[in-house]
């Protein structure tokens, strides 16, 4: 696993640190990943921006691909924060697909503890995958679901590729992303089907085993998740849900400014986070090449001065 680490000049030891996760297609260097760790960092909080499991910068490092349920990766990602960071909060914070495995880890995480879990939070999650597959691929949504099989099958040609022991990838039945699914995510990682690794990974019907504070965040005009999956999920009152009416999938453009940003949901995240731990926030500073600590730099992005680290996983998949 490939993790994009940055560190405010401000940040001390015990202040807290968030993981960020990108969603479907996406990688740690996504714009509106990047954004969001932006602000945090000008907020004093430590960003670790994670690339699931053979995405971006992690491309080669594992055979195996990440997917909607993959949430010992997560867990993973934990251990390698505390054990840098001992004593810091962590935040969960995903994104549509990173959505979901965020709140899904929250739950698990009240069965099997995570040290120093502070809080989840969640923008757009897919809490009824199945019920989202089905609406990405009615007509007026085809445009995306389409996009979305083209994207995939290109990379997992390219892992195929790449891994000279792994059979050769035969995509030409695949024209959905239920068909990718069914055909590849499921056999690939041990579901019987689509529908059994959807049954399996989706976080909705898991919310109510969610003992840390969380917000979760979503708009009714999302074109890929039905608002009805996430107006009649079960939550805790520990769980904030701010439902809009406007927002789109990761969206958000306001008319007027909130919190200084039009970019609604990047403000509304990180007043979230900065609200709840106070105590730092207002030592903030601009992200700057030298905000990174240790590790190697690699190329340049959006954010200056990340760092990359491998967080070793005992399976090859």
């Given at each position: 696993l490939a993790l994009l680490d940055a560190i405010p000049p401000t940040w001390e030891p015990g202040d807290?640190?968030?993981?960020?996760?990108?969603?479907?297609?996406?990688?740690?260097?996504?714009?509106?990943?990047?954004?969001?760790?932006?602000?945090?960092?000008?907020?004093?909080?430590?960003?670790?921006?994670?690339?699931?499991?053979?995405?971006?910068?992690?491309?080669?490092l594992a055979r195996g691909i990440y997917h909607a349920g993959r949430t010992e990766d997560l867990r993973a990602v934990t251990r390698w924060i505390n054990a840098r960071a001992p004593g810091s909060p962590i935040a969960l914070l995903g994104l549509s697909l990173g959505a979901n495995l965020v709140l899904k880890l929250a739950a698990e995480a009240a069965i099997d503890p995570i040290d120093n879990l502070d809080c989840v939070v969640a923008a757009n999650?897919?809490?009824?995958?199945?019920?989202?597959?089905?609406?990405?691929?009615?007509?007026?949504?085809?445009i995306f679901d389409r996009n979305f099989v083209v994207s995939l099958k290109a990379q997992i040609q390219r892992l195929h590729q790449h891994f000279d022991d792994l059979p050769p990838f035969d995509?030409?039945?695949?024209?959905?992303?239920?068909?990718?699914?069914?055909?590849?995510?499921?056999?690939?990682?041990?579901?019987?089907?689509?529908?059994?690794?959807?049954?399996?990974?989706?976080?909705?019907?898991?919310?109510t085993q969610i003992q840390i504070d969380g917000l979760l965040v979503h708009a009714d005009d999302d074109p890929f998740i039905p608002a009805e999956t996430v107006r009649s999920a079960v939550t805790p009152?520990?769980?904030?849900?701010?439902?809009?009416?406007?927002?789109?999938?990761?969206?958000?453009?306001?008319?007027?400014?909130?919190?200084?940003?039009?970019?609604?949901?990047?403000?509304r995240?990180?007043?979230?986070?900065?609200?709840?731990?106070?105590?730092?926030?207002?030592?903030?500073?601009p992200l700057n090449p030298g905000s990174a600590h240790s590790a190697h730099l690699i190329h340049s992005s959006s954010l200056e001065g990340d760092v990359i680290h491998d967080v070793q996983q005992p399976q090859p998949e």
């Open positions: 807290p640190v968030c993981l960020l996760v990108h969603g479907l297609g996406g990688c740690a260097r996504a714009p509106y990943v990047a954004r969001i760790a932006e602000r945090l960092h000008r907020a004093n909080i430590r960003t670790v921006r994670m690339n699931l499991r053979g995405a971006g910068a992690g491309f080669g999650p897919p809490l009824d995958l199945s019920a989202c597959c089905k609406h990405i691929s009615s007509p007026q949504n085809r995509d030409a039945k695949i024209d959905s992303l239920y068909a990718f699914d069914d055909l590849y995510t499921a056999p690939r990682n041990g579901f019987a089907d689509a529908e059994d690794y959807y049954r399996q990974s989706s976080a909705g019907p898991l919310l009152p520990n769980l904030t849900c701010d439902i809009l009416a406007h927002g789109g999938h990761l969206g958000y453009i306001s008319r007027e400014p909130w919190a200084g940003d039009r970019r609604w949901l990047d403000a995240v990180t007043h979230w986070l900065t609200s709840r731990w106070p105590h730092r926030h207002d030592l903030a500073t």
